[in-house]
């Protein structure tokens, strides 16, 4: 799962990456879009079961 996560953070925060992309693991599907316009990335995990989990995140304003 390290490498499969690696690879979606990788994709979506890239500045010259994908906009937008889609995983399926252990039945559930992550669709994953990149607003460059609001600077958010909009997560989206539909289960199995049809239950969605959304989460948009911005790309700038926060640090470590």
Known sequence: Y???SKNLVDS???????????ATIEGATINWVKD???????ITI????????TLTVPLS???F
Do not use: L, P, Q, Y
């Not at 979506?12 to 889609?22: C, I, L, N």
């Not at 460059?36 to 909009?42: E, L, P, S, V």
């Open 2 to 4: 390290a490498n499969i």
């Open 12 to 22: 979506m925060f890239e500045d010259d990456g994908a906009t937008s992309g889609t």
């Open 46 to 53: 539909t289960e199995a079961d049809g239950t969605t989990t």
């Open 61 to 63: 304003g926060f640090g």
């Open 36 to 42: 460059t316009t609001a600077d958010t990335i909009t």
